[in-house]
């Protein structure tokens, strides 16, 4: 008995295959799907899930791997001058060298070239003040000013001066150090990049000595001006003494080429966590010129550094308390539209003609600053307004204005 013809049986074979095809489908997807199985801690001494945490020795350091993380991506286009200290004619006897000779200038340079090659693998726009065995200038004075004058003339994002520590009477300190320049308030971006770099540093160096606060001001050691390389910036900087080379031990792990890119690695996740947390601009759009008549006004624009990024949700992203005007030095009262995200600066009648200083600060949800708060412009009279022309033709240069 025929049950079936031959074009059923084909029909029937054709289903009867796709059937099974999309078996071996699901199969195949269903397996990919399958999480991963859980990594085995057989290779390790002691096992994580069943050990106390007291029993971890922290100072021993992570595996020497250095994987960029997915949030280096914020790093990409960002400025950063990196300054190796000292250098070519800093190779005097007994200076900056450590107990078994060890020159700091050379281990600068070191942790400097690898963290160069971080941070262009994530896309930085990065410079280097030097990138060999070289001082910048035979006077220590211009050696010291050349280099902040070249993140200056950039108009760098961050100026890092990369440093290692001494102690004159104590061989055993050991510690990470971050300094900014002055006081709290002269440049409040600078110590958020500090925060990060600290942190950074501690992770991985995993040193015993730890400072409570070890964000510092550059005026703790050199009371009446700073750290000269700090001062003559005019954008975020800071000062990293990572660890001491004093320290005999500390000295020899300094030596290790793939200590010196631990560290580096560090300095980057800390800088790649600062430029995650957003890197906050301001500047005048109106007037474009920035050339106004008394009793006129200045709008300024103000960008949270996030809110401008894909899948960022509102553009709420700013403390409205935080936001300090100031004209000259002196608070200025402003109107602020939260729609634009835009400050209106009124300037009075009486305001002299000439150059003025116009601060704008702000902070983020995420605790961050202003890069440069310092914007200039320019009161002209009617006359000269009408003229085209300044009233002071000694108009300061300008940091950058927010589109
Ligand atoms: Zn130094």
Redesign the pocket.
Known sequence: MRLFGNRQRIVLVALVATWLGSLVVVAAVARSCRPAPLPSYEHLELDPLHTPATAYDWTRPPEPAFPIPPYAQYLSGVKIVIDP??GGRAYKRGW?IGPTGLR??EV?LGVALHLAEFLRAAGADVTMTRDKDVYLAKDEGDDLRQRPEIANELGADLFLSL????SANNPNANRTEVYYHDSPDHSPASQDAGRHLVTGLEEALRLEQHLPCAVLCDRNNAPNSGYAVLRYCDGPAVLV?SAFFTNPRQEQLLRDPVYQRREAYGLFLGLARWARGGLPRVGVIEPADRRVRPGGSVVVALDDGLSRRPQVQGHDKIRVDSIIVRLDGTPVATELDRDKWQIRVPIARDCRPGPHGLYVDLETILGHHVLRPNLTISIVRDWDLSQGRDSDPSRDREGAVVP
Do not use: D, I, M
């Not at 440093?163 to 001494?166: G, K, L, S, V």
């Open positions: 200290g000292h900056k700091e200038a600068n440093h290692h520590n001494a003494e």
